[in-house]
């Protein structure tokens, strides 16, 4: 097991005038038995950082180091890491013990050893009556289990994970959530495991790395990052419903943002007064959303009650009240929390 | 079709029928004159429709050669089949061989002008050997090699089609499968036989079909340049047979051509459940 060290990584396409920054400086230490998820929307760079960590991808410029090794020329199986890929990249012609065995093979490990490590991962994932299957004849959570059988048997220093339940069913992926989160506690091997669903980031992650647009924008724990957001990007990608980023709060600095998350406003007899404009009711909660009254703009202001509140008729007036030590403040030009 | 009519039916029962008898019955008057005596062929006209008793007698002669009833030395088509059939096993698996390699090559691996290297394979695919035939016997005959297995087989294995043909297959095989392999540690070439080479298995099977057939139907090529009568093949030996010097064994010929029809037609029969073995078997 090892530490993973980013320093200044940075990752360009292309060159010239068609050239594309992906990944804009980004450092971070991941430690020994860490588990990080690196989450962020849809083409911010994840995959890209992921697949420079595992040496498929070239490094235009900083350092990765895995343990106290600078690895940044070596070859992928030469960083003594294991990958889990979207689409589980199995291979089709080899049966399930063959998948999980191919890579020890080609290092030479003994034929006993061979058959005991993948014994070993087969029962941990319970995949023992499967092993002469091959690989579509299992279902998609089965090739799953595989991929990560694969990665298990070699007994890596790092998990490398590339959205490996994106293809699962919602059940499934919950299920999967939770035996990710249980290998990790028995193995305790270092991970970094790359999503775009806040979902998943939040309950598996020890850390997590926010990303956005290449740019690493909050790297905490996941109480850290929903609770103190670094920037308005992470406030409002973070939370759902995201948090309200008000520009017209009656009591705001001008030049900054207040941050208030939905449920952090109560309904009370006096405090911010809003119009409501539109409710949406979702069973044990409510969202009601307000305009100013002092009707500064279009801006929405999103409230969350549960069911012990009354329900507040539309286009009826109500005030709401923050709680004070859950206001955000953030520089309105640079997005910063201030 | 969804329409059930019974004039439809019978009518295109009849096409069918119609195409089976025009495939069909040539081939029956091959076979039937093979039984026949010579004579017996010559001598009715129209030649009969049943089958004759000397069946045995002319393929020991088509086959082994020697002197007919009629005085006409002949030589046995066995040497030839034998010719026929080394060349079109070498076709096929040196075909196979080199254009897997370089389709892996111009798939797999960056290097300086590869979509040059790539274009230039493929407009050798408007370069048939018949198109080519004489520059490419002019370099045959320098080289030596006429009447060699290597003057039979090197001008016609060199060819587009196959290359062409696993550069597409390789390009559907999953950039994740590729990577995959990198991470477990397979080099490129170990990459090439534990993986593309099992999941290519059909592409190898339909290919080794079509260019087996089309090595052992070789004619114009080796009647180029072919003088010795060792390495003549059988499609030239039928030909030989026909209108030489010597009167025309009609039973012979026909014997010849059922045997030279044999081996493609086994090789189709037996692949074809590689075929669907295959097919089953792999998938990406
Ligand atoms: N080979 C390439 N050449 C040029 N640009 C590329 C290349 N590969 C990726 N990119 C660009 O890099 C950016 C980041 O891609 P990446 O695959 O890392 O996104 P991602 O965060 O994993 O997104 P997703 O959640 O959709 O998988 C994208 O804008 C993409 O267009
Ligand atoms: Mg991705």
Known sequence: ???????????????????????????????????????????????????????????????????????????PSERDIAMVFQNYALYPHMNVFDNMAYGLKIAKVPLVEIQARV??????????????????????????????????????????????????????????????????????????????????????????????????????????????????????FIGSPPMNLLKNAPDARPGTIVGIRPEHLDITATGWALRVDALEMLGFERLVYGRWLHGAGNELVIVRSDETQPVPGLDTIIHVTPRADRLHTFDAATGKRL | MIERRPGLTVLSHLILLLGVLIVAFPLYLTVVASTQTSEQIAQSVPMSLLPGSNALQTYKTALLGGTTAAGSQLSGAAPMLWVSLVTALIIPLGKITMSMLSAFAIVYFRFPFRNLVFWMIFVTLMLPVEV???????????????????????????????????RQFFLTVPDELVEAARMDGAGPMRFFKDVLLPLSATSIAALFVIQFIYGWNQYLWPLLMTTNENMYPVVMGIKRLIGGESYTEWNVVMATAVLAMLPPALVVMLMQKWFVKGLVDVEK
Request: charge should be neutral; proline fraction near 4%; aromatic fraction near 6%.
């Open chain 2, 132 to 166: 080519r035939i004489g520059p490419t016997y002019e370099v045959v005959a320098s080289l030596g090699m006429l009447n060699t297995y290597a003057g039979l087989t090197i001008p016609l294995i060199a060819s587009a089609t196959a290359t062409f043909l696993f």
């Open chain 1, 119 to 236: 014994d070993k991962a087969a029962k941990i994932l319970e995949l023992g009556e499967y092993m002469q299957r091959k690989p579509r004849e299992l279902s998609g959570g089965q090739r799953q289990r595989v991929a990560m059988g694969r990665a298990i048997v070699r007994q890596p220093q790092a998990f490398l994970f590339d959205e490996p339940l994106s293809n699962l069913d919602a059940k499934l992926r919950a299920h999967t959530r939770l035996e990710i989160q249980k290998l990790h506690r028995e193995l305790g091997i270092t991970s970094l495991f790359v999503t775009h669903d806040q979902v998943e980031a939040m309950t598996l992650a020890q850390r997590m790395m926010v990303m956005n647009a290449g740019v690493m924008e909050q790297f905490g724990t996941p109480e850290e990052v929903y609770s103190r957001p670094a920037t308005t990007f992470v406030a409002s």
């Open chain 1, 1 to 75: 097991m090892a530490s993973i060290t980013l320093n200044k990584l940075v990752k360009r396409y292309g060159n010239g005038k068609t050239v594309n920054q992906v990944i804009h400086s980004v450092s971070a230490q991941i430690d020994d038995g860490e588990f990080v998820v690196v989450v962020g929307p849809s083409g911010c760079g994840k995959s890209t950082l992921l697949r420079m960590v595992a040496g498929l991808e070239e490094i235009t410029g900083g350092e990765i180091s895995i343990g106290n090794r600078v690895v940044n020329t070596l070859e």
